[in-house]
């Protein structure tokens, strides 16, 4: 049986790390996530990730590079996360999640991430305060207008597998 990869972003803006809570399917509403989505046949993981955020979140973002590990889903699907730099747009929910919220590395805790996230969540924190997190503050100028340094909700994102 072939493996599926569904990519997630660890977004960053600003030091901050973009998390969506998931609207659905309901055994996962709720939980919050990494941004992302499916990758299609012959397509990257960076190319797909790229898309999978312009269509659910309406951003632009730059890859970065992939967090080591990968997390097994539902039969069939494996997760692999990016980090990403948002470089614009601003994040709203489109699909599949109710809000979205750009935490600062010290209030990651404060949401309930889906298991397979955490070990990616807790690399990403850990880029995001030993600076290595590749945004040098480069992020787009209208994105995270609200206060860089809260649990700023932010709006929506995509399902994981459905």
């Given at each position: 049986?072939?493996?599926r990869?569904?990519?997630?972003?660890?977004?960053?803006?600003?030091?901050?790390?973009?998390a969506?809570?998931?609207?659905?399917?309901?055994?996962?509403a709720?939980?919050?996530?990494?941004?992302?989505g499916?990758?299609?046949?012959g397509?990257?993981p960076?190319?797909?990730?790229?898309?999978?955020?312009?269509?659910e979140?309406?951003v632009?973002?730059e890859?970065?590079?992939?967090?080591?590990?990968?997390?097994p889903?539902?039969?069939?699907?494996v997760?692999?996360?990016?980090t990403?730099?948002l470089?614009?747009g601003?994040p709203?929910?489109?699909?599949?999640?109710?809000e979205?919220?750009?935490l600062p590395?010290?209030?990651?805790?404060e949401?309930?991430?889906?298991d397979e996230d955490?070990?990616a969540?807790?690399e990403a924190?850990?880029?995001l305060?030993?600076?290595d997190a590749?945004?040098?503050g480069?992020?787009?100028?209208?994105?995270?207008?609200?206060g860089?340094?809260s649990?700023?909700?932010?709006?929506?994102t995509?399902?994981?597998?459905?």
């Amino acid at each position: 049986m072939s493996v599926r990869v569904v990519v997630g972003g660890a977004v960053f803006d600003r030091g901050r790390l973009l998390a969506a809570r998931r609207s659905a399917p309901p055994e996962l509403a709720g939980r919050w996530e990494l941004p992302g989505g499916k990758t299609e046949p012959g397509e990257t993981p960076r190319a797909a990730l790229v898309r999978e955020l312009r269509e659910e979140l309406g951003v632009e973002v730059e890859p970065l590079e992939p967090l080591p590990g990968e997390w097994p889903l539902k039969p069939g699907y494996v997760l692999r996360v990016w980090t990403a730099a948002l470089r614009s747009g601003e994040p709203r929910p489109l699909q599949d999640h109710d809000e979205l919220r750009w935490l600062p590395p010290d209030r990651v805790d404060e949401v309930d991430w889906l298991d397979e996230d955490r070990p990616a969540v807790a690399e990403a924190v850990r880029r995001l305060r030993a600076g290595d997190a590749g945004t040098s503050g480069a992020g787009s100028a209208d994105a995270g207008a609200s206060g860089a340094g809260s649990a700023e909700p932010a709006e929506g994102t995509r399902p994981r597998t459905s």
